[in-house]
């Protein structure tokens, strides 16, 4: 009778979305299948909501883990676990203050950066989005500051509007996400990303992501297309 009451309790404060999924597939469309698949879990339980998405490759194995950790709606704690590489990424953030952490090698480094109301993790895009829609369309630039944890930095960001594009199986339209100085944009990568006609749901991305793929002995970052099961 103890036990079914805790598994009724525990049901109560716990609670899983569906799972979501998408393909990662080759940025020049000359390889078919998927280099590797996407999963994305969220769950809430006691207060905190956790955003856990998934890199496998073609053996099912996981190459790369991301998780986000939000509490009332706002990033506290982001982690990157690179299998392929054998890192690791942490950000905790308290107040107005980001702690980066990275282990490399077997060898642990930390820094601190400023935390603004502004800075988003890459998980937030999609809502974020939505949410200024309305600006995008209407020809207006909007600005963020993006977390970039194998860097340890937060990095300002623009979005902007593109227009309506057929390039995709069905109605989509196209935003442009650069960085926003023109220094950093020589080094940093820009983001092409798809939304459906009202702005509320992401159907694809190209650029960066954080699996990587061989080159010879090396593992080099991988530029690719992220196609959502939508």
């Not at 982001?78 to 942490?90: S, W």
């Not at 509320?200 to 991305?205: D, F, G, H, K």
């Amino acid at each position: 009778m103890v036990s079914r009451v805790l598994l009724l309790a525990l049901a109560a404060t716990l609670q899983t979305a569906p799972v979501e999924r998408a393909s990662v597939l080759a940025r020049d469309g000359d390889v078919a299948e998927p280099l590797f698949t996407l999963e994305r879990t969220l769950m809430t339980a006691d207060g905190q909501t956790v955003a856990e998405v998934r890199f496998v490759d073609a053996s099912g194995q996981v190459a790369c883990t991301e998780r986000v950790t939000y509490v009332g709606g706002a990033v506290v704690r982001a982690e990157l676990e690179q299998r392929q590489t054998d890192e690791r990424f942490e950000m905790t953030v308290s107040g107005t203050d980001a702690l980066f952490e990275i282990v490399r090698a077997g060898k642990r480094s930390s820094l601190r950066r400023d935390w603004t109301p502004d800075a988003l993790s890459i998980d937030q895009i999609p809502s974020f989005v939505a949410s200024q829609w309305n600006r995008l369309v209407g020809g207006e630039d909007v600005s963020f500051r993006l977390v970039a944890l194998e860097r340890a930095r937060i990095v300002r960001f623009t979005l902007k509007h593109q227009g309506a594009t057929q390039e995709l199986d069905r109605p989509a339209v196209r935003l442009r996400m650069q960085a926003s100085s023109m220094f950093v944009r020589r080094v940093a990568p820009e983001f092409d990303l798809f939304f459906s006609p009202d702005g509320r749901t992401m159907l694809e991305s190209r650029g960066p992501l954080p699996v990587k793929v061989r080159q010879g002995d090396d593992w080099v970052d991988l530029d690719a297309r992220l196609v959502w099961h939508r």
